[in-house]
């Protein structure tokens, strides 16, 4: 069932399992002390953007809490965990930095700031340049909080897939990340918005979630929910090129 959920859908939320719950628990106490810390938020101080802010050890563990769960055998493990993304989002989110734009802060209102992760914007004109050839994403919900939740497009991947296939034909991956391509990314993202259903996706601690490394997926506004903060931690190891497609 996980594997044609994924095949299918590009996503997959696991049932809630104890030794994931343990982790969860140890990596909550860890990102109150990196919280307390300070670090860069954005979106009018709404969103701690937390890369690599996760002090999880080599093999993923958190404190000496081993990271389990049955995720484990529905991917390809990295020889070496890097430090997870704690992605913290508060109350209010999204609100306009002053250096956003008015597009890019309404793409985020009414989007959800929609992205394939491991693209990124470069120059200026932010053209989209694939630079972070991630093999999955998982994340792992830190705390009880239903607001502001992960968005996905549901069956997303393959039509994203797709769009980098013919944006790649006839490269050799090693030039895959000097590649500029932005048309290519937004015209496929426009027909996934309109042919592909957005469901919000909601997990508790002790709960994972499966992303395949294609699927387009962003965060929901915070709207009218009740809460201090929603706490995510998220693992996207880096893999070659040649098998991102």
Same mark, same amino acid.
């Given at each position: ?28 106490? %860890? @990102? ?6 300070? $670090?860069?938020? &954005?979106?009018?101080?709404?969103? +701690?953007?937390?890369?690599? #802010? ?91 909080? %239903? @607001? ?6 549901? $069956?997303?991947? &393959?039509?994203?897939?797709?769009? +980098?296939?013919?944006?790649? #034909? ?76």
């Amino acid at each position: 069932m996980v594997t044609r959920a994924l095949a299918e859908d590009g996503f997959v939320v696991f049932d809630p399992n104890a030794e994931t719950l343990a982790w969860a628990e140890a990596a909550h106490q %860890a @990102a109150l002390t990196v919280l307390a810390g300070g $670090g860069e938020r &954005r979106h009018g101080e709404t969103w +701690f953007v937390g890369v690599d #802010a996760l002090p999880n050890a080599s093999d993923g563990s958190v404190s000496g809490v081993p990271l389990r769960g049955p995720f484990l055998e529905h991917i390809k493990q990295p020889d070496s965990w890097h430090a997870a993304q704690l992605s913290v989002v508060f109350p209010g989110y999204p609100r306009q930095d002053a250096d956003e734009s008015d597009a890019a802060h309404r793409y985020r209102l009414h989007r959800d700031a929609a992205h394939v992760d491991g693209l990124l914007p470069e120059g200026p004109q932010k053209r989209r340049h694939l630079r972070e050839p991630h093999g999955f994403i998982l994340g792992l919900a830190l705390n009880d909080c %239903a @607001a502001s939740p992960l968005v996905v497009w549901k $069956g997303s991947h &393959r039509l994203m897939q797709e769009g +980098f296939a013919r944006a790649f #034909a006839g490269l050799a991956p090693a030039v895959w990340g000097d590649v500029d391509v932005t048309e290519i990314y937004q015209e496929t993202r426009r027909k996934v918005f309109d042919t592909c259903e957005r469901v919000a996706v909601h997990a508790a601690p002790g709960q994972a979630i499966l992303l395949d490394r294609h699927l387009l997926h962003g965060v929901a506004p915070w709207g009218a929910v009740a809460g201090q903060m929603r706490m995510v931690a998220y693992f996207r190891p880096i893999i070659c090129y040649a098998d991102w497609l």
